[in-house]
């Protein structure tokens, strides 16, 4: 009867360790995706400063698969070049000339640059190219307002724009939410219900 005493206590307290480890390592990555999401912003800025207008992704529907789940990767890919400045195929507004990333900025490239610092880590190769990722290692997400709803100074009227919560660009990670992968929609980012787990600039 004892030794039964003894194992559920030490079950119950292996238990506790693997939660609290959990919970310390989403906090963890949690963090290190708003620090990215952080920096990723600061770029943006540094790329509307530079080409008066905020990046559009090109392929802003291109999935890929990260486990079992599909997540869109077209923001990831462009953000990946309109701040490392390595290559501009994906970027939809700019001229073309950079063509595809190839994982080294080099040549005109270095001009390019609109995020300097960052991290190794942000950054890995998919099957569809180079892109953005959280801390989470998914691609982050990202949607600008459709270009017919600008205003001359690039930046979306808010009278006109119903696709992004921002009138500049909506940049998220879906976090630890495994179950909302391809939401993207201005009713799910508006619901808690839904985005609640996520990290976002909203």
Known sequence: MELMVVIAIMALLATLTLMGF????????????????????????????EFGEYPRAKKASQTSEFGTKSYNVGGALMLYQALSGDGDSDIDIASGSLGASNGRVEGPEINRVMFKEMPVEMSRRDTTGYILVDGFGHPFQYQ??????????????????????????????????DQHTNQSSLEAKKSESISAKWIKNW
Not at 149 to 163: D, H, M, P
């Open 22 to 49: 959990r919970f310390a390592q989403i906090t963890a990555m949690r963090n290190r995706s708003t620090a990215f999401l952080k920096g990723i912003s600061s770029g943006l800025e540094n790329y509307h400063h």
């Open 144 to 177: 600008a307002p459709n270009p017919a709803n600008k205003t001359s100074y690039g930046i979306a009227s808010t009278t006109v724009s119903n696709e992004t919560v921002n009138t500049t660009y909506d940049l998220w990670s879906y976090g630890e939410d």
